[in-house]
């Protein structure tokens, strides 16, 4: 029942996921960052099984910052989503695999592009220009299917969030009371209220 | 039950030198060891007697009848648990201790398997200990929960039971978190867990504010535990509580959530008040 949603624009990346945690019918936090810094330039978010997610994001920024100090320059988007998803796909087959839901968001410091890789829990990857993992996939994808286009700005990108905000609110069962909104871009990763959106 | 334990157990011949597929499983620098069960996959072998998901008849039942509750505020942090524990529609005792006092400033609480609980909590002791003779300083709650929450991870799936609450005073000022057998761990200023958590959850949310009293925190503990006894089958017998302070754990007397029903109703008479039991005690 996690919101996890992300969308591309010119230059930038936006992660959005609900701040719940849920155990049986009870709400126990309100306010937890589903979300894993792996650089400054680089935010992975993670939902799926209770203590596979926070175990495997702790083991995959370790991992990415050993990189960072070892070669003194960091991963870029596209070589950490294939890390993760090699790492994901080895478990797959072992004693235990990681049952994570993956959204990979990065800005490359070079190139300035910017990049949205989706993994699922079978280590399925796709680089994509919008993605949701989840129930809320089922509302959402209809939604930045019809408003997306190529080269939004930062204003375009929360007006089409909101509207998914409004879909949920609207017609899922289960109310968000409120979300993580993360932007990364040239500058580094950043975040935003509802309210300020 | 018998061929089930026995299954289970390795025979005097099943030594760790003449590795079956099961052999012995060392928990990662603890010293502490014990025997997995024998066969190929011993995670998918316990899995088909304790799955909650299973519907075989064999299945080892986890009762998770109980309300504990746990909220950091000003003064440190309050720990509360009922004491009934039940074995199908039966209650086995009143007066279990559902607070397990790993070291003189931390405290963790009981809920699911009671074993599971009290034997990974005393190893989390053993580890706090050890640490604090390693780095010559106190362990932080974090650091506590963070190692209790590997111990059982390692585990998962295996048929481990335990949602437990670990409480403490460190150099950030008081800590709490909760813990489950899931591999789940998370911090938050209030928690209540086990089958009335939701009925303490109801009496917690609408009281509870940071800056309270001390007394207005044992209140408040003692009523939600209270009330969660009230409604919840499950959940009974006696009050138990403790304030975790900056120098460590008090524990509180007990009390009777029988008898605290007729305080917070002074309203209820029996109909033979005079000759009852409790007559003299409302009297005072």
């Given amino acids: 029942m996690d919101a996890q949603f992300a969308i591309t624009g010119r230059d930038f990346v936006v992660s959005v996921t609900d701040k719940a945690i849920v155990h049986s019918i009870v709400r126990m936090k309100n306010n937890q960052d589903k979300t894993c810094r792996l650089s400054s330039h680089t935010l992975m978010s993670v939902t799926g099984e209770a203590g596979d997610t926070s175990n495997f994001a702790e083991y995959i920024q370790g991992n990415v910052r050993l990189y960072s100090v070892r070669n003194s320059q960091d991963m870029a988007p596209s070589e950490t989503a294939n890390f993760i998803r090699n790492e994901l796909a080895t478990a797959l087959r072992s004693r235990k695999p990681y049952q994570v839901n993956l959204l990979v968001a990065g800005v490359d410091r070079n190139s300035g592009e910017a990049s949205l890789y989706w993994i699922d829990y079978l280590a399925a990857m796709a680089k994509v220009p919008y993605a949701a993992h989840g129930y809320c996939a089922y509302f959402l994808y209809a939604v930045m299917d019809r408003e997306y286009t190529q080269n939004i700005t930062l204003e375009q990108a929360f007006v089409i969030i909101k509207k998914c905000f409004a879909v949920l609110k609207e017609r899922f069962m289960v109310d968000f009371p409120d979300f993580t909104i993360k932007v990364i871009d040239q500058s580094g990763t950043r975040e935003y209220a509802v309210a300020d959106i | ?284």
């Fill in chain 2, 1 to 284: 039950m018998n061929r089930i334990a026995e299954q289970l157990t390795l025979s005097a011949s099943d030594s760790p030198n003449n590795q079956l597929d099961g052999g012995s499983s060392n928990i990662c620098g603890t010293g502490v060891q014990f025997e997995l069960a024998s066969g190929n996959n011993p995670a998918a072998f316990t899995q088909q007697y304790t799955d909650v998901k299973s519907e075989r008849d064999a299945r080892i039942k986890m009762d998770h009848g109980t309300t504990t509750l746990a909220f950091k505020f000003k003064h440190g942090v309050l720990v509360a648990t009922d004491s009934r524990a039940t074995s199908g529609n039966v209650i086995a005792s009143q007066s279990v201790k559902k607070v397990i006092e790993i070291n003189p400033y931390l405290l963790g609480t009981m809920a699911g398997g009671a074993a599971d609980c009290s034997f990974w909590e005393r190893v989390l002791g053993m580890e706090c200990r050890l640490y604090e003779l390693r780095n010559k300083k106190r362990i932080s709650v974090a650091a506590a929960s963070k190692l209790l929450a590997n111990l059982v991870y390692r585990y998962k799936g295996m048929g481990l039971s335990m949602g437990t609450m670990v409480a403490g005073w460190d150099e950030s000022g008081p800590g709490l978190y909760y813990v489950d057998s899931e591999g789940q761990r998370v911090v938050n200023d209030l928690f209540s867990v086990g089958s009335g958590s939701t009925f303490a959850y109801g009496v917690l949310d609408s009281h509870y504010r940071f800056d309270m009293s001390v007394d207005e925190a044992k209140d408040l503990g003692r009523r939600a535990i209270y009330h969660a006894t009230h409604r919840d089958a499950y959940s009974g017998g006696i009050v138990r509580m403790y304030w975790v302070k900056e120098d460590g754990w008090v524990a509180y007397p007990l009390e009777d959530v029988g008898e605290l029903y007729f305080r917070y109703h002074p309203e209820i008479k029996l109909t033979h008040a005079a000759e009852s039991p409790l007559a003299a005690q409302r009297a005072a």
